[in-house]
């Protein structure tokens, strides 16, 4: 299970009686040992000696083998001060009998936060963004102020079970409701307080936080302390967590796994069979050096490179990844608030429609859902938290942006707190002002609008809608046989569908009012070799009733695109502008053509979140795209503003297919289309060509044509 090391050395061991180097520790003696090791060009004796804690008996040991070993380790001195064994300092074994003039007594003082400050920044290195406010408990007292503060540059969501006098912490970290009643832990802590215990501040300080801890280890990300630490604490399920320790064994390591624990990070190097500590490296290092040589940070580096040492990243349960994720709703009508109680009772009365909605634009953001069970079929999991802010787009309309811009900016804080990695906008969020660019520069956390998933998740949609159709010929991999059209071609969102349906049509229309952008677009995707033939216009109108698929991508607001009444009987229309380009009743007026607003998209796993208006495991492209970069660990401002690249839109489609994303519902302005209703479009599409061929056939036809 652990990726046990052979022992080795880098050079050839010099021909010399070995150094030897004892470990006296006030731990357990279960892993003694006497053996023979070679490392960095050296051979050692190395010896183990454990004392369970008596400090008299560890002093003994000390003195008896300074007057044969090379050098000697002191260590577990943390661990049983902490369990209150041992209220000395290392200074103190060094005096026992003159001990420090004879033989060098190290303890991990210089190792230990090197070591621990060097397995989070490679984990850090190795999974960008893993640490990016993780939510970290961390038990008992041994866990050094250095990784404290290092794991501080990632994240601020930091509880420890007892208080750290011993700390030297940012001011942040100690002003909040706990400390002033009772101790000094985190004002994440107190968010993460149930109830009960916010009315059992007055208690005393270790009971409160040890209970807040608990109580944090339970959806936390990541926990620390050493081994024995970790058992007296008693810890929770670790499926989706990672647990930072020191010595793993191979006993250990089981145990962890057994409670599904994600990722162990061993930040001591294990370069033999038998599990080694800081400070018997550290001892062994002095033992190298000409006596009375003082051992030196330079020293210790050289070694450590020499020996090939490095902190271990074990995967009890196979490689696997757990990312966070945050996106922002809102309710799109008011028609939201008569099922969500007790504005339901309000809203029934007379007139007051519009002042609940004006009055509830104004409340602050919350958590409207947990999202759990996502799991990427790489193995990958995601959680997440669906966040809304009040505001209906009326209302959003009604205010300057940056109306919408602060709550969007307190969403972004509150994902922050509950550990997400990056954001998503959704719905009308990602249209005010300037469609998420302020918000992304502001934000603490990465941002993005889904607007790359959403375009692909529309063409994606509007593929499979000519394929179930089954009117127009459809080719080899899925190659449509027809014409297609591009209505905005010239923008952000139509330039990129159009260079995609350049790929998998036989002719596209580019259709904008803007010739020169169309001239320029048009000679880009013809040079990319495309299958389709190009043609450029200023108006959809000539060549509309020829088109077998449409996308209208414009920012018309409102304006006319489209004489939907010239459109061919079984058209697809996909309609990816925002606001639509085609009204609901544009729509009714063409049942035999298929108008598609949105491509949903199903998770993989087993999704559990509250109802959004869709099927159980089905969300919004927008929403998806948020969730396949958390899972891919791209936590990143992936789609903001305006510009859409169309390389994106090809990237965000292939990621969500390497994650498991699947097209689940076609949605038009009524909902998601059943199959009834593809039935429906296409018999009415069937008899209205046959229509049109029987009067083109007629002898009043032939006359007129005449």
Partial sequence: MADRKPSRTKSTPRATDPKVVVNVTLQGGEWDYDLSASLAGHNFRLIRIGTSGDVTAAEEHVWRWSLSADAIAVSGVREARAAGHFTGQIEDFRKVKGTTTRVPVRDDSLLADVFQEWAIRRVQTEMPGYFTNARVVIVGKTTRERTVSVLREFTDNIVFEVPREDLDLPGSFKTNPVTAAASDITETAWRWTPGFLKHA??????????????????????IIG??????????????????ITSAVSEERLETLAELGADLVVDVTPQPFDFIVVPALFEAMVAATLPKGSELTTDALAQFIQDAELEPRLLWPNGPRRKSRFSFVIHPLSTEYFKNVEPLGKVMSIPGMGQVVEKAVAYVPPFVYSHVTGI???????????????GGTPKEMLAHPPEFTYSRLLEASEISRRLGAQIMGLGAFTKVVGDAGVTVAKQARLPVTTGNSYSASGALWAGHDALRRLGIVEMGEQGMMHGKAMVVGASGAIGSACARLLALACDELWLVSPETAKLLALKEQIESENPRAEIFVATSPAAALPDMDMIVTATSA?????????????????TDVARPLDLSAEDVAKRPDVLVIESGEVELPGEPRLRDIGLPDGVVYACLAETIVLALEGRYENFTVGRNIEWEKVKEIYKLGLKHGMKLATISGVNGPYTEDDFARVRAAALAARESAGSDTDSPAHEEEMA
């Fill in 201 to 222: 501040v007055s208690a005393p300080a270790g009971w409160v936080t040890d209970k807040i801890a608990h109580h944090a280890a339970e959806n936390a990300d990541v």
């Fill in 226 to 243: 050493s081994f024995s630490e970790l058992m007296r604490f008693g810890l929770p399920e670790l499926k989706g967590k990672a647990v």
């Fill in 375 to 389: 799991v990427s079929a790489t193995g990958d999991e995601a959680e997440g938290w669906l966040i809304t802010v």
């Fill in 557 to 573: 607001a409102g304006q006319k695109v489209l004489d939907i009444e010239s459109v061919k009987p079984g058209c697809v229309i």
